[in-house]
């Protein structure tokens, strides 16, 4: 492996790709319903405007109360990333680090200056090779790394918080909208045309937030969690060999401690 490795130093180790796992998922199920609503005849009557203000504004609205507008707003681009998100291989990253750590222990730390540049798609090592080529302590380079990661960790998990509690209002909402329908609906049992439409917000409200809950909120909550260890784990490799090279260590020692990082079954042999 550390044959195919060689010249390895600057190879990316990030590539944007598709989830489709998330879009087979989520268009997946919404075509089952769809399909369901068709074959059980008229799917328009399934589309309720009043009900879908309940729920979706009051979602919106009541989550809001839990975090902050800006908190709110940035965990919609969640869905994109979800969509289309970056992968990091952690046997790839492994495999470039240890080549970096090879290269700074045969020609020094500043040789490291050349491939720096080449790292545009790995921002954290980037940062933190770009600490260490410009002399900071390796002790130095980690705390601060470690800040760093500790940092983008939080704001992943307040993104996944937010969808977290939306998938808990959301079915809250059709329950509050499904209250309203019924009231409206006993207050008007002499009109017999009143009733149909606010029996249809009573159901609908609690459709749409079922819907809503359960094939959005929560499953893109728990794909971001996902994501989030993954990119973690990486960065974690990343922070290791920027530490192990500014302390000047030997590059196997950096070998045993990426190893204990990865999985038994996904572990390198660098060095042998």
Not at 81 to 86: C, D, E, G
């Amino acid at each position: 492996m550390a044959e195919n490795a060689q010249g390895s130093e600057s190879s990316p180790g990030k590539k944007s790709a598709v989830d489709y796992a998330t879009i087979f998922g989520l268009l997946g199920g919404f075509a089952l319903i769809a399909m369901a609503l068709y074959m059980g005849g008229s799917p328009k009557s399934f589309i309720d405007i009043p009900s879908i203000l309940i729920v979706i504004g009051g979602t919106f609205a009541v989550t809001s109360i839990c975090f902050s507008i800006g908190e709110v707003f940035r965990a919609q681009t969640v869905v994109v990333h979800a969509l289309i998100y970056s992968t990091r291989d952690p046997v790839q990253a492994a495999i470039q680090v240890l080549a970096l750590a090879k290269a700074a222990r045969k020609r020094g730390v500043l040789a490291l200056q050349s491939i720096i540049p080449q790292l545009n798609n790995d921002k954290f090592l980037q940062k933190g090779l770009m600490m260490i080529v410009d002399g900071m302590p390796g002790e130095e380079v980690e705390r601060l790394l470690q800040h760093e990661l500790r940092a983008t960790s939080n704001r992943h998990f307040k993104s996944a918080n937010v969808l977290r509690k939306s998938a808990e209002v959301s079915p809250a909402m059709g329950l509050i909208g499904t209250l309203i329908g019924l009231v409206q609906m006993l207050g008007n049992l002499d009109d017999p045309k009143s009733i149909g439409p606010a029996m249809a917000v009573a159901l609908l409200t609690t459709f749409y937030g079922a819907v809503l809950s359960n094939m959005v909120f929560a499953p893109l909550a728990s794909k971001l969690d996902r994501n989030s260890k993954e990119e973690a784990l990486v960065n974690t490799l990343y922070l290791m060999a920027a530490a192990s090279i500014g302390k000047q260590e030997n590059p196997r020692r950096l070998e045993m401690l990426v190893n204990s990082l990865l999985p038994p079954n996904r572990r390198i042999r660098y060095f042998d």
